[in-house]
DNA sequence: TGTGGCGGTTCCCTGAAGGTAACTATGAGA
DNA sequence: TCTCATAGTTACCTTCAGGGAACCGCCACA
């Protein structure tokens, strides 16, 4: 959040917010809802997505548990990235909000549309 | 979003996180899932927010069509806002999220604390 | 004739988010 | 030997969301 007010007194949904709000970690959890998957082909498939915001993201996921970080012992060593349980009934939680929105996007377009076009500058 | 990347690709679930993902959006939606209220007392109520702020978010809520506003005839004419049948529906799936969000705090906030603790700078 | 509340709008300026690019080490393959 | 991929980290720089304050017209009250 840009404001950094701390209206984070503590409450709970301040908590899933700051991951659910940021578009990255949406993104990302998306993509791993589909199975596990390793950083560059994290990059390769989150689009537009940059190194650095992926590490980041990526971090502030696994530092709330949500995802899982697993080192194979291969040649170049290779990071391998999965949704945890939590991650997995987060992903639930954003389905629902999913959900909303499809249900809705065309009544908010259409609000939108006419609440652009009425010129009711008065 | 920082990131004013295109990956807003018609996605539905973007139009409903740019709203959810702000915080004063969804205290703004909070305040008035007690009951309609005008601009000042929800400035007052709202903590920390500026009149700036509650002015475009308000704005953006009415855009979408999740509040209503209107303006009473009185002396000095007062504004009441006020959550539209959609704006309540989306209340209740932030309350969806505000529930998941309960159930794992303590989770989170553990594995934080863990995560933080440990000096596995290796 | 102020002062205050109503509901905003406009300006400027800062602080933080995030992009870019350079750098790290290791091993495989040409 | 040179180059690529693996997974990051770090420094630098830009952008823009949002805070703060000033301002608006209007009316009531004292």
Redesign the pocket.
Known sequence: ?????KLDYDCPIRDVLDRVG?AWSVLTILELSKGPC????LRRVIDG?????L?VT??HLERDGLIS?RVLPT?????EYALTDRGQSLHAAIGQLNSWAVEHQPGIRADRAEYDDRPDVA
């Open positions: 959040m840009g404001a950094r007010r940021d390793r950083f560059n082909a997505i940059s190194q650095r915001m590490a990526l971090r970080r040649a170049p060593p290779q990071v």
